[in-house]
């Protein structure tokens, strides 16, 4: 491309050195007319296939990067939920649970995560949805700069996909963390909140919400308030709901805005429509009242059925 740049203005020079003059030698215009032939021959050459790739892998590689960084400045967004409360390992039965993480920029894409809670700590192995990233570092990029490289988290490559395994001081809680890009070669500090909301209630020991031991609920049947957040807020359920509790059991119907719900997920299981002629019916358990816990519910009324994340929350005052 360079090379054809200055080629044309060889060739220009060369057309106005030669109209410039009214006396020229005979040799000196047939020099001028060897140096056009040759300059409007390297022009009108036809590009090799080698020299086309150069251009294309060129003008590519700066898009991309151009891309990029216009990416690296979007604004942060807002992490964790207004009224949420800091849960610490002593709060939690050890195990292994995969858990949902709110993250400030969508560069930090996190497409899974397990928490792990063993001996009075939680640690959170974190998949990455791209390979951009050499460390992680639980503080700002300005305390990863003052510390000592030791300090700094690598990734270990699994299937193709980066997992960085970090320390997790609590869950609800915002919590500083900054990632070093292999390209940029430089921190980019976010913040991510572990959403307790997204366990299972066996996960929880006890002080999150009420049961229905703590509650004293008989066998019987409840109607019971009950409300609805997250989607697109279009859709919507009956509340009161009718809450039955069997041999220590509550089970809940949940009667939909639509019948265009074919599926619903509680606690890892899918329950199935008990009725969809007018709207769609289910009976989900429940394990947790007077707090929210994390239901999904798969739409068909899209072009292509849509699983969305829901937050209930069952009000036993009521």
Same mark, same amino acid.
């Given at each position: 491309?360079?090379?054809?740049?200055?080629?044309?203005?060889?060739?220009?020079?060369?057309?106005?050195?030669?109209?410039?003059?009214?006396?020229?030698?005979?040799?000196?215009?047939?020099?001028?007319?060897?140096?056009?032939?040759?300059?409007?021959?390297?022009?009108?050459?036809?590009?090799?296939?080698?020299?086309?790739?150069?251009?294309? $892998?060129?003008?590519?590689?700066?898009?991309?990067?151009?891309?990029?960084?216009?990416?690296?400045?979007?604004?942060?967004?807002?992490?964790?939920?207004?009224?949420?409360?800091?849960?610490?390992? $002593?709060?939690?039965?050890?195990?292994?649970?995969?858990?949902?993480? /709110?993250?400030?920029?969508?560069?930090?894409?996190?497409?899974?995560?397990?928490?792990?809670?063993?001996? =009075?700590?939680?640690?959170?192995?974190?998949?990455?949805?791209?390979?951009?990233?050499?460390?992680?570092?639980?503080?700002?990029?300005?305390?990863?700069?003052?510390?000592?490289?030791?300090?700094?988290?690598?990734?270990?490559?699994?299937?193709?996909?980066?997992?960085?395994?970090?320390?997790?001081?609590?869950?609800?809680?915002?919590?500083?963390?900054?990632?070093?890009?292999?390209?940029?070669?430089?921190?980019? /500090?976010?913040?991510?909140?572990?959403?307790?909301?997204?366990?299972?209630?066996?996960?929880?020991?006890?002080?999150?919400?009420?049961?229905?031991?703590?509650?004293?609920?008989?066998? =019987?049947?409840?109607?019971?308030?009950?409300?609805?957040?997250?989607?697109?807020?279009?859709?919507?359920?009956?509340?009161?709901?009718?809450?039955?509790?069997?041999?220590?059991?509550?089970?809940?119907?949940?009667?939909?805005s639509s019948n265009k719900y074919d599926y619903m997920i509680v606690n890892d299981e899918k329950y199935?429509?008990?009725?969809?002629?007018?709207?769609?019916?289910?009976?989900?358990?429940?394990?947790?009242?007077?707090?929210?816990?994390?239901?999904?519910?798969?739409?068909?009324?899209?072009?292509?059925?849509?699983?969305?994340?829901?937050?209930?929350?069952?009000?036993?005052?009521?």
């Amino acid at each position: 491309m360079k090379k054809l740049i200055i080629s044309a203005i060889i060739l220009s020079m060369a057309l106005a050195s030669c109209s410039s003059g009214n006396s020229v030698s005979e040799s000196s215009q047939d020099t001028k007319s060897e140096v056009i032939q040759e300059t409007t021959e390297e022009i009108t050459e036809e590009p090799t296939e080698e020299t086309t790739e150069e251009i294309t $892998e060129e003008i590519t590689e700066e898009s991309t990067q151009e891309a990029s960084e216009e990416k690296q400045t979007v604004p942060p967004e807002e992490v964790g939920y207004e009224g949420m409360t800091a849960v610490y390992a $002593e709060n939690l039965v050890d195990g292994e649970y995969d858990i949902s993480v /709110d993250s400030s920029s969508s560069m930090f894409n996190i497409t899974a995560c397990k928490l792990t809670v063993a001996d =009075g700590e939680m640690t959170a192995e974190i998949t990455m949805g791209g390979t951009g990233y050499k460390w992680l570092f639980m503080g700002t990029g300005e305390d990863a700069e003052n510390a000592d490289e030791s300090e700094y988290i690598p990734y270990t490559e699994q299937d193709g996909l980066n997992i960085f395994t970090v320390p997790v001081s609590a869950l609800d809680e915002v919590i500083d963390c900054t990632a070093f890009s292999k390209k940029k070669e430089t921190w980019y /500090d976010r913040q991510l909140v572990f959403r307790a909301d997204s366990l299972p209630m066996t996960a929880f020991k006890e002080g999150r919400g009420n049961t229905v031991e703590t509650l004293g609920l008989a066998d =019987g049947t409840y109607n019971m308030n009950v409300s609805l957040s997250g989607g697109s807020g279009r859709a919507s359920i009956n509340s009161p709901a009718k809450v039955t509790v069997t041999d220590g059991k509550a089970v809940a119907e949940i009667i939909w805005s639509s019948n265009k719900y074919d599926y619903m997920i509680v606690n890892d299981e899918k329950y199935l429509p008990v009725s969809v002629e007018e709207n769609s019916v289910f009976e989900i358990p429940v394990d947790i009242f007077d707090c929210e816990f994390t239901v999904y519910a798969d739409t068909t009324a899209m072009s292509t059925p849509h699983e969305i994340e829901y937050k209930l929350c069952f009000d036993s005052s009521t």
